[in-house]
């Protein structure tokens, strides 16, 4: 990370957050949110979107997705983070509905991404980001 992307991270009062869930109902929950909290919100409706997204330049601090969507799963998406932006793996929050399943101790085991079971109200969404901005 460059010394220009650290003093954003550090100085940005309103810290970006980019959700990404085929589900609008939920991004619309999860924007309601972080919009509460200070969170400022980009969307997106796939993996593969999110990903263009950030290669054409979105500045996020963390990103919120969902482990299961129709055009790939949450896994994929985060080999994808891994190789081409390392730097958000870490402040990376995974959702699920089946938080206890294989894919999600994969999640776990392979990528160190917290797992936030669903449903989660936005205590518990602030409280897990909350705490990726404390270990990054």
Known sequence: M???ELTTLRTDPS?????????????????????????????STSGREALTQLREGASVRLIVTDLKMKDGSGG???AQLGYEFPTLLPRTLVVSGDADGAAAAHVVARWRCPILPKPFGAAELIDALQELERAG
């Open 2 to 4: 460059s010394d220009s």
């Open 15 to 43: 810290p970006a957050v980019l959700v990404i869930d085929d589900d609008a109902s939920m991004r619309a929950a999860v924007r309601r949110f972080l919009e509460r909290e200070g969170y400022r919100v980009e969307e």
């Open 76 to 78: 994929w998406l985060l």
